[in-house]
């Protein structure tokens, strides 16, 4: 049975990606803002649920190692692995507030977890503990991201308002709001199969629940990403792509990571403050990547697709 959820979430999270895409650009196209804004703010936010969802579970039941290691994972695997095939089916060519602002702004982030595990380092504390207080700061960072988004958006769509619109009826706005939450549903659905089925799979074979967090559970939570942003980079929706995996790393941390800290306090091992330094070189390589090339081709893929296969092998070794 449990392989047979498994297949069953496959299914459910592809065709809900392609729903979720589809009706995502239409809608961006009948608000008149960009698609990058829909990835960074709905399509990023709505892919991120799984995260939230099993973030706030492993949080009641007191396992900040399965919330941390999940967020932290989850964005290695948004940088590195995502981004990578997503760049390997699609080139994409990277505006320049993504370069300047955005990357910075989930550079930033994970500079900031960094901080709030450094307890041992900064204070000489025996644990690191991701408090209330450390939760309502993260909270604070998606509102002013979101103040951001807001700011651009109005930027963007007046510059948009001068491009014919075709005529919107009530039955294409119901139509396109219904797809995508008959998607977004898909993808929350499937992925919860895919990660309690991958899940039950790795602790029968004994795997600790730091390392189910980092590769299974983050790779399953991904999964709505990943399936989103190579359906929008396989119908010439790059900017949706990109505005998606680096939104959702953002909703990650501030969002995921904020309201799990607020519900519940959360113990941190020392293991994951090897993990959140390697998130940051990824984003560090890809501003690198970002600045310096402008374009993100399949060469670029194959580099982050690669660097991630070097991760797991070591989380794995490591165990």
């Keep these: 049975m449990t392989y047979i959820l498994l297949i069953a979430g496959?299914?459910?999270?592809?065709?809900?990606?392609?729903?979720?895409?589809?009706?995502?650009?239409?809608?961006?196209?009948?608000?008149?803002?960009?698609?990058?804004?829909?990835?960074?703010?709905?399509?990023?936010?709505?892919?991120?649920?799984?995260?939230?969802?099993?973030?706030?579970?492993?949080?009641?039941?007191?396992?900040g190692d399965m919330v941390t290691g999940n967020i932290v994972g989850s964005n290695i695997v948004n940088i590195t692995l995502q981004l990578g095939v997503t760049g390997l089916i699609s080139p994409m060519a990277i505006e320049r507030e993504t370069q300047t602002r955005e990357i910075p702004f989930s550079l930033a982030a994970a500079f900031l977890v960094l901080i709030l595990i450094s307890d041992q380092l900064l204070f000489s504390k025996e644990a690191a503990l991701i408090s209330r207080?450390?939760?309502?700061?993260?909270?604070?960072?998606i509102g002013l991201f979101l103040y951001y988004i807001f700011v651009k958006a109005r930027r963007t769509k007046k510059s948009l308002e001068e491009k014919e619109e075709n005529p919107d009826t009530d039955s294409s706005w119901t139509k396109n709001i219904i797809m995508l939450t008959i998607g977004l549903a898909g993808i929350i659905i499937g992925g919860d199969f895919v990660v309690d089925s991958a899940s039950e799979i790795a602790l029968s074979l004994g795997m600790s629940q730091a390392l189910v967090g980092l590769t299974i559970v983050a790779l399953g939570t991904a999964l709505p990403e990943l399936t989103t942003s190579i359906t929008a980079a396989r119908k010439g929706e790059a900017s949706l792509a990109?505005?998606?995996?680096?939104?959702?790393?953002?909703?990650?941390?501030?969002?995921?990571?904020?309201?799990?800290?607020?519900?519940?306090?959360?113990?941190?091992?020392?293991v994951l403050f090897t993990d959140t330094w390697i998130l940051i070189g990824a984003t560090v390589m890809l501003l690198m990547l970002a600045l310096w090339r402008k374009t993100f081709s399949r060469i670029e893929g194959a580099l982050l697709a690669g660097l991630y296969l070097v991760y797991f092998v070591y989380i794995i070794i490591r165990g």
């Design 10 to 63: 496959f299914i459910l999270l592809i065709k809900g990606a392609g729903y979720f895409v589809d009706s995502a650009s239409e809608i961006a196209g009948k608000m008149n803002v960009s698609p990058l804004i829909i990835g960074l703010t709905i399509v990023a936010f709505g892919t991120s649920a799984p995260e939230a969802v099993v973030s706030i579970i492993a949080a009641l039941d007191n396992n």
């Design 133 to 141: 207080v450390d939760g309502i700061i993260l909270l604070a960072g």
């Design 242 to 270: 990109i505005g998606n995996l680096i939104g959702s790393n953002i909703f990650n941390i501030f969002f995921v990571l904020g309201i799990s800290a607020v519900i519940k306090p959360l113990d941190v091992s020392g």
